[in-house]
């Protein structure tokens, strides 16, 4: 080895050793950075180059000095899957929990009114009014209870309204993040492939880019393939959402045909599958407006059917305190939620039909086969509520679930990426003890040289 080769030699290693002294820093400096990824330096043994003096016995071009090879961001393409599989199911359950349960106070509110409170009256009116048929005091009771009744079920489906709609606003908002998410990741592809052409580090552009791959995934679920050339396609059900430097755009639509809010592709005539985008925001959002709210609503417009068809074949039958009879006590063309309502017969509480016709003013059979029948009203309210509960209660595990899954996920690819502070501390010894070593090979180069010289 020559003494010109010596010094180059601890030239090398001084910068080595500061190239990593800097990498170190920058990692401590990031500690705190939301999705930074550790950078590490790759460092390999290079040759001497022929040349110079060469002392006895060591072959030009041996021993070699240290060399950069790369500067690294430490990733797992795996773990990144994980976690992303992972925010998308926590997305989409804590989503629906979220939903059902604003869905649901607002139904079966804790105070025990709305609509069970509503048709437990109402039964229990025509209870009172079967004890004392010709109480008129009992009879505006019951007609008041009625009335009641039809504003909790107009109530109720008024509500049903007003979460479709305020959900259907929260989905039309979440779309149009995903579509600027994919046009975000389109555009860092485009930086990325430029770096990737001249061989520039792009890892800044790489870790924002996975941060917005990894907030996607709690939109939609999202599959991200690695390209050759820099680029990751991503695909959203079974659609490119991102390709190179271009991205696709998804837009909500109500087909006439469903009258359901579904999502598109741009210009597409199909929509995407609800159950490719089961997992995330949108997914959850969508179940709540093409599932949990039409099932919610169809038990509500059965229990109404129910209610009058059953009251109304009863009633009919009887006669009222003025000596009416044949009269409904509901309207019979009302058989859903918008429609439901009294009879226009029922002008006073004396044109209640309590007893059957002609039997007399103290009769009380037909009163008492309204509140015969009343259990099967009851029991399809409590379906339709405890429906609910129990979506909401799935929900509320699974979230938890979820969040469980993904926490563990994503610690699991903290332990690779994320920033340690006590090894980096260590790094900054280690690379400062190679810089004195390095520097020391310089000076005995430099002393070599002078005795040389001195000969």
């Known amino acids: 080895m020559s003494l010109s080769n010596l010094y180059l030699t601890g030239r090398r290693g001084l910068l080595a050793a500061q ?37 006895h016995g060591v072959a030009p071009g041996a021993g070699g000095g240290v060399g950069v090879t790369s500067l690294d961001r430490l990733r797992s393409a795996i773990m990144d899957d994980a976690v992303r599989d992972a925010r998308a199911g926590e997305g989409g359950a804590d989503e629906s929990a979220r939903l059902l349960a604003s869905f649901e106070a607002r139904l079966a509110p804790d105070s025990g009114g709305g609509l069970l409170g509503a048709l437990d009256s109402f039964y229990a009116s025509w209870s009172d009014v079967a004890a004392a048929p010709t109480d008129s005091g009992r009879r505006d009771v019951l007609l008041a209870s009625a009335r009641a009744m039809v504003q909790a079920v107009q109530t109720a489906s008024g509500r049903m309204d007003a979460v479709a709609a305020s959900t259907q606003g929260e989905l039309q908002t979440a779309v ?11 555009s860092l592809n485009a930086q990325a492939r430029a770096a990737h052409a001249t061989g520039a580090e ?16 709690s939109f939609v679920p ?12 991503v695909t959203v059900a079974g659609m490119i959402g991102v390709q190179g430097e271009t991205s696709e755009a998804f837009e909500l639509r109500l087909p006439p045909e469903t009258d359901q809010p579904q999502v598109f592709a741009a210009g597409a005539r199909h ?10 925001r949108v997914g959850a959002q969508l179940g709540l407006l093409n599932d949990a709210i039409p099932a919610a609503r169809e038990s509500l417009d059965a229990l109404v059917a129910e209610v009058v068809g059953s009251v109304n074949a009863a009633h009919v039958q009887g006669e009222g305190l003025d000596g009416q009879t044949g009269r409904t006590f509901f309207d019979p063309t009302g058989t859903n939620a918008d429609s439901f309502a009294l009879s226009a017969d029922l002008t006073s509480g004396d044109a209640i039909a309590a007893g059957t016709a002609g039997a007399g003013p103290g009769d009380a059979a037909v009163a008492n086969a309204i509140v015969d029948g009343s259990a099967s009203a009851t ?26 899954v993904a926490a563990h996920t994503e610690a699991l690819r903290d332990g690779i ?20 070593a390095s520097a020391r090979v310089i000076e005995t180069a430099n002393t070599l040289f002078d005795s040389l010289l001195s000969i």
């Open 19 to 55: 190239a990593g002294t800097n990498v170190a820093g920058q990692n401590l400096a990031n500690v705190e950075t939301p999705g930074y990824s550790r950078r590490t330096l790759r460092l390999s043994t290079d040759p001497i180059p022929r040349g110079g003096i060469v002392f």
């Open 222 to 233: 999202a599959q991200v393939r690695p390209q050759d050339d820099g680029t990751v396609t």
């Open 176 to 186: 149009g993040e995903v579509n600027d998410l994919l046009s975000e990741i389109a």
């Open 379 to 404: 029991a399809t309210l409590t379906d339709l509520l405890t429906d609910i509960g129990t979506r909401t209660q799935n929900a509320s595990a699974a979230a938890e679930a979820n969040a469980a």
């Open 271 to 280: 929509p995407l599958r609800l159950d490719a985008l089961a997992g995330g």
């Open 202 to 217: 792009a890892h800044d552009v790489l870790d924002q880019r996975d941060q917005l791959l990894d907030q996607l995934s």
């Open 417 to 436: 990426s994320s920033v340690s502070t006590d090894e980096e501390m260590t790094n900054l010894i280690r690379y400062q003890q190679a810089y004195a």
